[in-house]
């Protein structure tokens, strides 16, 4: 299992949560997400700040991805509704491991991943975030602990 870092707005977020799908856009810099996230492997969510009513820069909940990465040319995100075009085509199933609510910000301090504490956010762009890279094993089990209302 590899660990991986998603960062989405809070809208998409309430879409993740009720089809248990994930999708990313077509074009991405470096290894595309399609490349390095593979079944089994879990994803860690975390919204936007920017466009956010209430959880922006939380960390939201973590998924196991349970299909390969498939193209979907219908709108199903409200802003590919909203603006009727697909901006986000390439799609994978997925399923809760945990939900829950906790800060990013405050979260930070405890993860290694997260090299350069004083900014933080930094660590929470692309796609995958993280600079593409895995979370730690270690990391994701204080993001679990987290998330079950212990941190």
């Known amino acids: 299992m590899t660990c991986w870092l998603f960062t989405l707005t ?5 879409t993740v949560k009720s089809t248990n799908i994930f999708g ?4 991405a810099r470096g290894r595309r997400a399609t490349e390095l996230v593979k079944p089994g492997d879990v994803m860690v969510f975390y919204v936007s700040k920017k466009r956010s009513r209430s959880l922006g820069g939380m960390i939201v909940g973590v998924y196991r991805v349970v299909s390969t990465w498939f193209r979907e040319d219908r709108a199903l995100w409200p802003d590919e509704v909203r603006e009727g075009v697909v901006k ?3 799609r994978v199933r997925v399923e809760p491991v ?3 609510v906790v800060s990013y910000r405050e979260l930070s301090g405890k993860l290694s991943f997260v090299g350069n504490k004083e900014r933080p956010h ?5 796609t995958p975030a993280n600079f593409r890279r ?3 094993e270690c990391d994701f089990r204080v993001i679990l602990e987290a998330l079950s209302g212990g941190g």
């Open 10 to 14: 809070e809208e998409n977020w309430l």
């Open 24 to 27: 990313i856009p077509e074009k």
């Open 88 to 90: 986000y085509p390439w």
């Open 98 to 100: 945990r939900l829950g």
């Open 122 to 126: 930094v660590y929470v762009m692309g």
């Open 134 to 136: 895995p979370i730690p």
